[in-house]
């Protein structure tokens, strides 16, 4: 992953997760406070698909892959990777 | 005959084909082929008195079966792009669904069997999942074992194909076998205390002319927590059943009562059916909107998914008034909570207060027996 592919990855979870300070507490389970509910991993998974033409279906991924920003930039390199 | 964790004499049935599971669990062999032949058994001694509900039991099988088989075939031969045969091949998979669920002009609620909602649930969970590319290969007999699978036929919890598949292909070491028999005897055991203690006790008193049925609003109570313990202690046992079978299936209820808003609420009550949900409409559904930018505006992609999601979820249970009206009053509140918790710098400021959430439990609390109510049929049907 390079280093164009993450600030992109960056600013698609600071869009859908509503909040910049997200990137800070990169650790953080964004499940557990509220700020990636349903929809918002949708909008990730769509924006993954625009930005980087990774097709990922809604059951795809476990919500425990990508509860927080660490996690979901090893979800993306995983599927750059492959892709 | 016997009915599904519903009398003395199907926990003696139970009991007995448990000891064979039991002893194939903590000698670490596969409980599979075993579980298989004992669902099959199971569904012949529990209809043996109604051959008609047996016969489109085994239709209904037999046709999910070979569409299964059908669509993974043509996915391997025609790649995943065809829209026009995934949307077929769902239609023709709800089918059975379709004809005996509608109350009104057309109904066939005689070709109704023994689970069809759930187990169409989870038939097409496994044709949707085949388009996705998630699931590769069609195998009758794990199949059949989880469309089948005694424990959790008559209603639920919806399990999901991969991972049923999983635990059915796999024994687990013997230490963690002995833990899921002794969870799965214990969840038995709290199960039947939770619907023939606690729910048969409610039912008692909701009789006519008992106690709770005086007035609407004794009855909505009532009626809310007799539904709790009698569905909540049958999918107890359900998943108690599962666990000496070494299945994980999954738990329906983690403590409803306490939830602190509807959509919470959701994540805790008949959780197999309100995830699959989410999973396979309120996604899929809103992945299509954001796709085809059809809303500007977030906001209105989430409410028209809320809304949808749960009107198919009130349909879901049947076409009467009652339950179409249920689903859409829980549209409309996830989709009121939804504008509540983006829209009001109140909420940001006092979520996490004690007094809120405390305030949040009560009126959600008093939201869902309200739902209750309708689901109850007595606001339609008096």
Known sequence: ?83 | MITHFGDIGFFVYLTVVMIPAVWLGLTQRRIAPYGLAVSILTIVVMLADSKRQLALLGMFFVGEAALAWAHLRFLKANGRGHKVERRLVIAVGLLPLALTKPSGLVEFPSLGFIGISYLTFRAIQVLLEMSDGLITEFRLTAYAYLLLFFPTLSAGPIDRSRRFDQDADNPPPRDVYQRLLGQGVWWMVLGAGYKFGLGSLFEYALADGRLLSRNLVTYMYGYGFQLFFDFGGYSLMAVGASRVFGIRTPLNFRYPFVAESIKDFWNRWHITLSFWLRDYVFSRLTMALIKRKVFKNRSTTAQVGFLVNMTVMGVWHGTQAQYILYGLYHGVLMLLTDLYETRLPFYKRFKSAMWYRLLSIVVTFHLVMFGFLIFSGRLTTA
């Open chain 1, 1 to 83: 992953m390079n280093e164009q592919q993450r600030a992109t990855t960056s600013a698609l979870i600071t869009q859908v997760c509503g909040s910049d300070a997200v990137l800070a507490e990169p650790d953080l389970d964004l499940l557990e406070a509220g700020l990636l509910d349903s929809l918002a991993l949708v909008e990730l998974l769509v924006g993954l698909d625009e930005e980087f033409g990774l097709e990922i279906s809604p059951t795809e991924v476990e919500r425990e892959e990508v509860s927080s920003v660490n996690k979901i930039m090893a979800f993306v390199e995983a599927g750059l990777s492959r892709s």
